[in-house]
């Protein structure tokens, strides 16, 4: 049974920091590309951040570039997403999405991804 648990959300003022974790069960890890989705409320899920499979190409939202880094522990089986100079509209429900197909990492249509998470909430406010 395939699991992909997201964690590390939370409240915090614009200009903060949040690293979330994804922890992925059921699957082989290093054959699988990762990517983080968000969702905020009244709007379509929208992709932030892709990784391939060995880690070695990114892909960033123009929204989140220079903001957020995408990373891939194949040793813990987690990918991560950490979040600097959170800003109020980086307010949104996070996913972390798996799929085995090398290219997906770029790919910015949920409908190209095969697993997802629960999601967890990140909230920007003072």
């Known amino acids: 049974q395939v699991q992909l648990v997201e964690s590390g959300g939370g409240l915090v003022q614009p200009g903060d920091s949040l690293r979330l974790s994804c922890s992925a069960s059921?699957?082989?890890?290093?054959?699988?590309?990762m990517a983080w989705f968000r969702q905020a409320p009244g709007k379509g899920r929208e992709f932030v951040a892709g990784?391939?499979?060995?880690?070695?190409?990114?892909y960033y939202a123009d929204s989140v570039k220079e903001r957020f880094t995408i990373s891939k522990n194949a040793a813990k089986n987690t990918t991560y997403l950490q979040m600097n100079s959170l800003r109020p509209d980086d307010t949104a429900v996070y996913y972390c999405?798996?799929?085995?197909?090398?290219?997906?990492?770029?790919?910015?249509?949920?409908?190209?991804?095969?697993?997802w998470g629960q999601g967890t909430q990140v909230t920007v406010s003072s």
């Open positions: 990784v391939s499979r060995a880690a070695v190409n990114l």
């Open positions: 999405a798996a799929d085995q197909d090398t290219s997906h990492y770029a790919a910015r249509d949920p409908a190209a991804y095969e697993y």
């Open positions: 059921g699957i082989t890890f290093r054959t699988y590309v």
